[in-house]
């Protein structure tokens, strides 16, 4: 083919390039009722082994509480599962097919991952509702963003979330004049836009007061089943209010795991942790 004919092909307005076209995550397969895999995890930051073979399986739909004392490897099981950290060793999987060590961030988020951090984000200066607007997933692009309009099926979305997280009379309420525990609230609601398949959520209840938790504990009870959901606490009246299994972590590895029951009443627990 010759440099002019080259030209003329690469110009054609009919044909669209496959550098062009956005990769899209393989369909989650969960032929065997298990969405999140973690086996044999390890590793080390200068010579601290934060994570220790770590072995964790999620069911689809399952709630499951994260424990464990400071430095028991939460937070970088947490980061190793969204691509934050790669571990050293070991493997990953979201369902039957998908590698999350294979995939960055933004790949694993779009794979139907979505993490929610101790302390609150979202747009302060922004209505509730623009809140979600912002959060809706789908094309991100600057040109798609300016011309944006909700169509009805994404305006009812938002009504549903809306409602699911109990902001529908702070609607177009600034979201940096709610409450901390409503703030929190808006948060996993701005992940429930993006349509995740397993939410991690590390310490809901810190900083809320009774209320609030009694409604944060209701919100998250609600998720499971619809959605897979990871939780990481430290309040145990919140955990017992919330657990369906619990699975205490201690020195990157579990150290017991069973219902809320069973792990109160193991000793080892008992000597690591909840004897503090």
């Known amino acids: ?31 065997h009722g298990v969405i999140l895999y973690l ?16 072995n964790l399986y999620i069911d689809d739909g399952e709630l499951r509480c994260i424990i464990g004392p400071n430095g028991a490897g939460k937070t970088t099981m947490m980061d190793i599962i969204t691509g934050k950290t790669r ?24 794979a139907g991952i ?12 922004h209505a509730v509702i623009e809140n979600l607007e912002l959060a809706m997933a789908g094309d991100k692009g600057v040109w798609v963003t300016l011309n944006a309009r909700l169509n009805g099926e994404q305006r009812d979305h938002i009504d ?9 009379q702070q609607a177009a309420q600034l979201a940096g004049s709610l409450s901390h525990g409503q703030k929190q609230w808006l948060e996993i609601g701005m992940l429930l836009m993006q349509n995740p398949k397993l939410l ?14 009694e409604r944060t504990a209701e919100l998250l009870t609600s998720l499971a089943g619809s959605h897979s959901v990871i939780v990481v606490e430290h309040d145990m009246d919140f955990v017992r209010s919330i657990a369906q299994k619990v699975t205490v972590l201690h020195q990157g590895s579990v150290l017991a795991e069973g219902t809320m029951d069973e ?3 193991d000793q ?9």
């Open 1 to 31: 083919m010759s440099v002019l004919q080259s030209m003329r092909s690469f110009m054609r307005r009919d044909q669209v390039f496959e550098f062009l076209i956005p990769d899209t995550p393989p369909d989650l397969d969960l032929t």
């Open 39 to 54: 086996e044999e995890i390890s590793v080390s930051f200068d010579g601290f082994k934060a994570i220790d073979n770590l």
């Open 87 to 110: 571990p050293d060793s070991g493997s990953a999987w979201f369902g039957q097919q998908i590698n999350l060590l294979k995939m960055d961030e933004p790949e694993i988020a779009k």
């Open 114 to 125: 979505g993490r929610k951090f101790q302390k609150p984000t979202v747009f302060e200066h």
């Open 160 to 168: 549903e979330i809306l409602h699911i997280i109990g902001l529908n």
């Open 200 to 213: 991690l959520v590390d310490e809901p209840a810190a900083g809320m007061t009774h209320q609030e938790m």
């Open 263 to 265: 792990v109160q009443n």
């Open 268 to 276: 080892r627990v008992i000597e690591v942790y909840l004897g503090e």
